[in-house]
Structures are given as C-alpha cells and as structure tokens.
C-alpha cells in the first residue's frame, strides 16, 4: 500500500502540473492577431484540421536505425548465437494510427471532438549472428480513440492551447510458440522462440499549447493496465509477478513546426548558372517517454526491481515535403523487444525518421 500511495502521489504531482502548464498557456499563449473571419469563411474546417494536426504530431514515431545495446545489469545467460551475441545490424518501428472516423466541421459537435483508429505497431530487430537472423517481432495491435475535451470554438482563436483524451484497446504479442523459459538453471527468458502474448488498456490525458505557433508542446499523462482477453487473446500466464500489472505513462513533446525558408541555389544545368529560389519547410522535435511499472514483481530475480523505463528522441526533417528525415534515440530501462523485457539494457541508435502526411 506505501508503495501504491508513493505512485498516486508522483502521478498527482504530474497531473497537477499538466493542469498548471494548461491554464498558463491558455492565459498567456497569445499570438499577435486573432484569426479574421474571412480565414474561417475560406476554410471552415479550420478548427477540425488543427486538432487533427496536433494529434498527428502525437502519433507513434517510426523510423530504421543503427542501435547500440549494452546490459546495465549482468544476464544470468549469456546471449546465445541468433539473439544478439554478436550485436545488432538494425531496428526499425513501423508503427501508425489509421484513422477509421474523424470530425469535420459539419457534423455534430459530438462526432466533431472524435477521432477513431486502427492502430499498428511492429518493431523488428535483426541480428548480426551467423545468417542474420531477426528476433521475433513485438506486434502490437487495436483499437484507439481520442476525444476532445476543450472548447471547440477556441479552435478559431489563435490564442491557448486543446486537452483531450486518448483511450486504446491492444492486443501485443511476438507470433511465437515455444516455451516461455529456457531450460536452464538461471532462470532466463527464451529469446529466439518463447511465446509472448498480452492484451492492456491505457487511459491518456493530453494538454498541448498553441499549434499555431511555431514553437509548440503537448504533454501527457496515463495508465496503461494488463488484461486476459481469452481465446487467441490469451495473456502468457508466465507473465504473472514478473512483467507488472499496470504502467504509469508520462510524454512531454517539444516540436518546432515546419516554416517556409527560401534557399538560393545556382542553376548548374545551364552555362550561364541563373540563381533559382526554392522554398522548403524543415521540421525539429525532441520527444520524450516515461513507463514507470506498478503492481507485482516478485518472482524478478533482482533486487533492484527496474520498474522505469525511459525513451527520448531527437528528429529532424530537412524539408516535409518529402516523408524521411534523421533521428536519435536512447533508451534506459528493461528492454522493449516483447519477451527480452528481462534485460536490462542502455540503447542508442542514429538512423532515419519516417512520418505519413507530414505537412
């Protein structure tokens, strides 16, 4: 119970703090002109197109790098060939929220604060051991819904920021279906064939600031708990005292969105080399993730229970007119590569950004 009090404490804490950064931004976020009507009578989907922007800008990050991984706490097996003995060659994360239903200024104001997806998350590794082989994937997928919880009509104003809500639904599992443990002495995690497989719901209160400024943050705070759907939506009953039961999740994005540069370049195809004018938008954000487990895990073998885990990631886009860009990541925490979740592990990888839609 101290330990439950301890979190519901931090979690308070955070909430009141998004709460805070909210009410700020709402009293001091202006911008120097009000949209005019004349804005809104050109485009009446205004509003709607704004919301539906920021939550893009929330969306999972994709991308394929170069990782470095390196235990932080000693593996009671060593790697084996086929599980990243010899290293890592590449990581990528194709992960995105097809939209099913999105408001449109037309409809009811309902539907209008309502957006429904189909989301899709699938993380590979691949190996540098004897024929390269990839590790079983971490596949993640369901259902999500985010609701608006602010004012529609301060949509239209070019002053304070939106809340809303996100609430998912997913089924994450590895596709394999051997024996969860290796048959050793120390009790270890079978990497290259073990049957990984649970289902959770997460709640996520979101505040962003002023998207229409060039410089602007969304943050968030949820939970994320662990369910037993039955059937082929079956939990591995191993996971039990050992993988947690809940998450407490904190997000804080800082984005500078795209703004119109105009670069001078010389003309090479011609003899006389005219200077050409040519316009592109650049893209720059830092992210950041927190998932800090709660509930029981006793039957992890160490003391020190490593129940936080941290992301952060750096990307870049030189012009959004085109879908790739550049990004960093490091990573501290258990692994969160499916059934590797008992391996403590730093992660740094270079590699590129990939983003649908980005304009």
Do not use: C
């Amino acid at each position: 119970m101290a330990k439950l009090f301890k979190e519901w404490k931090k979690a308070k804490m955070v909430f009141w703090f998004l709460l805070l950064l909210y009410r700020t931004i709402e009293l001091h976020g202006q911008v120097n002109d009000m949209l005019n009507d004349s804005v809104l009578q050109k485009d009446p989907n205004h509003a709607m197109d704004r919301y539906h922007e920021t939550l893009r800008h929330n969306d999972p990050m994709m991308y394929l790098a170069f990782p470095l991984i390196k235990p932080i706490v000693d593996r009671t097996v060593p790697l084996q060939d086929g599980e990243g003995k010899n290293g890592y060659w590449a990581e990528g994360h194709f992960g995105n929220r097809f939209v099913i239903y999105q408001g449109k200024y037309y409809t009811h104001p309902l539907f209008q604060r309502t957006r429904l997806t189909f989301d899709v998350s699938i993380l590979a590794r691949l190996t540098q051991d004897n024929s390269n082989p990839l590790l079983p994937n971490s596949n993640k997928f369901g259902f999500g819904l985010d609701f608006l919880l602010s004012s529609i009509k301060s949509l239209n104003e070019s002053r304070g920021g939106m809340v809303w809500t996100t609430i998912q639904l997913h089924h994450y599992s590895n596709g394999e279906a051997d024996s969860f443990f290796l048959n050793t002495p120390a009790k270890r995690n079978n990497y290259e064939t073990g049957d990984f497989s649970t289902n959770y719901w997460r709640a996520i209160l979101n505040v962003s600031s002023n998207s229409i400024n060039r410089n602007f943050i969304i943050g968030g705070l949820g939970y994320q708990h662990e369910i037993d759907l039955g059937g082929p939506f079956s939990s591995s009953k191993e996971l039990k005292g050992f993988y947690g039961d809940g998450r407490l999740l904190f997000h804080l994005h800082w984005i500078r969105k795209p703004m119109l540069e105009t670069i001078n370049k010389i003309n090479r195809g011609i003899n006389n080399r005219t200077i050409v004018k040519r316009e592109v938008r650049r893209h720059f954000g830092i992210r950041t993730e927190l998932e800090f487990l709660t509930g029981d895990l006793s039957l992890f073998e160490h003391n020190n229970k490593y129940r936080l885990g941290w992301h952060t990631w750096f990307n870049y886009m030189p012009s959004v007119t085109n879908e790739i860009g550049f990004m960093l990541h490091s990573f501290v925490g258990r692994d969160y590569l499916n059934i590797r979740f008992d391996d403590v592990v730093f992660i740094g990888e270079a590699g590129l950004y990939f983003k649908f839609n980005p304009q």
